[in-house]
């Protein structure tokens, strides 16, 4: 790596995030071994072309911006009846035991250098806890950013024959000098029947810079979908991703992202069908402006043991400027003949015979364009499950439309 963080980092740093946090010593030796591990990890992977990264994360300094005993945030958590929605303190002093066993089962904790560095220093931490047999919605977590840097952490236990609906938004509070940092690693364990649909909407100051983890486990029968928007930031690397574990489990997976100055987004969408009958969907539909930038990858891997397996995926990106510019990397990893598979990415321009209808029918070009845009999104639109976030969403992409 160019860029090494973690050279003004120290144990003793780490030691009081912990303290600050009264976390038992198990926990602080994964964040010490986390740390120790920062020498040895790579950054997270980018898709590269000859001669080209497809996005840089080595260009942002740092050892500028991450200073771990600054975390000014504000954090509201809203709860539903029947299920725990818990800050990170008092979450370990009920749920210990459980906490010790599901952390870091889904995501590894050193899967990279970025999640290395969050596991090390994350100080806002929430766990949600839902009991078997229980069915929620509306649990809320909404955290508002007042430091240079933030680290995020989020464990979701759904037990057998549960389900619940979470809506998580990360905006910016005050401002502070020049460029921030933002890191939330989210962990889904959803045993078996169990059904969890987790919606994120991501509107950070566009000097922020966003890394983001948000990664599920389906056993038997189970469901984990997820909604990821993102509008705010300078540069989102965003991976959502699914283990189909068990037999007749699902999962679908729903981005949206409006970029324009010179935001760029890295978006990633991956399943693995390792059960059997297992089934999942990835919808991503995203607008450029200006000089922004988008990078996509879908992945669908289907196991040798994941017989009778469906897997769709389709990606689709709207330029509204010469100067904007997407790729796309849509793959299909099939290691049995049993599977019904299919992917698409397409990459477009407002149509310019709908311009022309619209304006013989009166109606101003950039009035039409942006009927067009909104239109662009209904398909994506439909597919938000969750009333609040898609209203909300629907929103920040008309305000992006008048800026």
Do not use: C, F
């Given at each position: 790596m160019s860029t090494q963080v973690h050279a003004n980092l120290t144990a003793e740093q780490v030691r009081t995030i912990s303290d600050d946090?009264?976390?038992?010593?198990?926990?602080?030796?994964?964040?010490?071994?986390?740390?120790?591990?920062?020498?040895?990890?790579?950054?997270?992977?980018?898709?590269?072309?000859?001669?080209?990264?497809?996005?840089?994360?080595?260009?942002?300094?740092?050892?500028?911006?991450?200073?771990?005993?600054?975390?000014?945030?504000?954090?509201?958590?809203?709860?539903?009846?029947?299920?725990?929605?818990?800050?990170?303190?008092?979450?370990?002093a009920e749920h210990g035991d459980l906490i010790e066993d599901r952390f870091g089962s889904v995501v590894d904790p050193q899967r990279d250098y970025l999640t290395a560095l969050s596991t090390a220093l994350f100080s806002a931490g929430?766990?949600?806890?839902?009991?078997?047999?229980?069915?929620?919605?509306?649990?809320?977590?909404?955290?508002?950013?007042?430091?240079?840097s933030l680290f995020n952490y989020t464990l979701v236990i759904a037990e057998k024959s549960s389900s619940v609906t979470i809506l998580e938004r990360q905006t910016t509070g005050a401002e502070t000098d020049g460029k921030q940092y933002y890191s939330g690693i989210v962990e889904v364990d959803a045993a078996e029947n169990a059904h969890v649909q987790y919606g994120a909407l991501q509107n950070l100051t566009e000097e922020a810079y966003n890394f983001s983890v948000k990664r599920g486990h389906a056993e038997q029968y189970a469901t984990v979908n997820w909604i990821e928007g993102n509008i705010g930031s300078r540069l989102t690397k965003s991976s959502v991703e699914t283990r189909l574990l068990g037999d007749s489990s699902e999962s679908k997976i729903v981005g949206a992202f409006f970029g324009h100055n010179d935001q760029h987004f890295d978006i990633a969408s991956r399943v693995w069908h390792e059960g059997e009958h297992t089934t999942a969907d990835l919808v991503t539909r995203g607008a450029l402006d200006d000089e922004a930038r988008s990078v996509y990858e879908g992945v669908q891997d289907v196991g040798t043991d994941a017989w009778d397996t469906s897997s769709y995926q389709r990606e689709n990106t709207l330029m509204l400027s010469d100067e904007s510019e997407a790729d796309a990397s849509p793959k299909l990893i099939i290691n049995n003949h049993d599977t019904e598979a299919s992917h698409s990415a397409t990459v477009g321009q407002v149509d310019q015979q709908d311009l022309f209808y619209m304006a013989s029918r009166g109606v101003d070009e950039e009035r039409a364009t942006n009927m067009l845009v909104e239109g662009f999104f209904v398909p994506v639109m439909e597919e938000v499950a969750v009333d609040e976030l898609r209203e909300d969403l629907d929103e920040l992409v008309v305000e992006r439309l008048q800026q």
């Open positions: 946090l009264d976390e038992p010593e198990w926990l602080l030796q994964t964040r010490l071994d986390a740390l120790d591990a920062l020498d040895e990890l790579d950054m997270p992977s980018v898709i590269r072309t000859p001669g080209r990264d497809w996005t840089n994360l080595d260009e942002l300094d740092y050892e500028t911006i991450v200073d771990p005993l600054d975390r000014a945030q504000e954090k509201d958590r809203i709860e539903a009846e029947g299920v725990d929605v818990l800050e990170w303190s008092e979450a370990l929430t766990v949600i806890y839902v009991p078997e047999g229980t069915d929620a919605e509306d649990v809320k977590i909404r955290t508002r950013m007042h430091s240079q």
